[in-house]
T-cell receptor, first 113, second 113 residues
Framework: GESVGLHLPTLSVQEGDNSIINCAYS??????FIWYKQESGKGPQFIID?????DKRQGQRVTVLLNKTVKHLSLQIAATQPGDSAVYFC????????????FGAGTRLAVHP | DTEVTQTPKHLVMGMTNKKSLKCEQH?????MYWYKQKAKKPPELMFV???????INESVPSRFSPECPNSSLLNLHLHALQPEDSALYLC????????????FGPGTRLTVL
């Protein structure tokens, strides 16, 4: 079936270090993946997305890598800052007539000074 | 502008009350979504509207009734809710479908007494 999951529920990093948040998916027919950041009491905020015809996409301080062979994607945050502390969700859109996004369980990123 | 607005921010209601949640976007998006999010969980899809027509209902109980009056507005009518329906209700929109970026509103925090 369709599922999107994360490897770790919590990730603690030092300010200034790079962070890597991982995500696995089960459906090889997926077309589109997206990372959201959700701060406490707020709605999910779009960070970066990637389509299945790409392996890598970069934004400002963030990079998403997609490995279709092992059905894995990751979010890399460079020079992590205290403001990056939040829950990060990966989500995937699967083809086959479904018009919906499947969310992973979420990883809480804690940045320590 | 990628803003989705939701009102009210907080809502407390009794099990016999009728209330409505409102969502608005002015990005010209033709797909709009309602999600429910419990604490420490990812958003769960409830309904999808595509071109103002209901395209997905994720087996949501009939005490939740969605409405899309026009392409910019999405309502969620609530009636005879249960305490377990207490959650953050999120609205999102995307240009056409789930393989376009979904932008979320800040949510309505609902408490059912």
């Amino acid at each position: 079936g369709e599922s999107v999951g994360l490897h770790l529920p919590t990730l603690s990093v030092q300010e200034g270090d790079n962070s890597i948040i991982n995500c696995a998916y089960s459906n090889s027919a997926s077309d589109y993946f997206i990372w959201y950041k959700q701060e406490s009491g707020k709605g999910p905020q779009f960070i970066i997305d990637i389509r299945s015809n790409m392996d890598k996409r970069q934004g400002q301080r963030v990079t998403v890598l997609l490995n279709k062979t092992v059905k894995h994607l990751s979010l890399q945050i460079a020079a992590t800052q205290p403001g990056d502390s939040a829950v990060y969700f990966c989500a995937g859109a699967f083809s086959g007539g479904y018009n919906k996004l499947i969310f992973g369980a979420g990883t809480r990123l804690a940045v320590h000074p | 502008d990628t803003e989705v607005t939701q009102t009210p921010k907080h809502l407390v209601m009794g099990m016999t009350n009728k209330k409505s949640l409102k969502c608005e976007q002015h990005m010209g998006h033709r797909a709009m979504y309602w999600y429910k999010q419990k604490a420490k969980k990812p958003p769960e899809l409830m309904f999808v509207y595509s071109y103002e027509k209901l395209s997905i209902n994720e087996s949501v109980p009939s005490r939740f009734s969605p409405e899309c009056p026009n392409s910019s507005l999405l309502n969620l009518h609530l009636h005879a809710l249960q305490p377990e329906d207490s959650a953050l209700y999120l609205c999102a929109s995307s240009q056409y479908g789930s393989t376009d970026t979904q932008y979320f509103g800040p949510g309505t925090r609902l408490t059912v007494l």
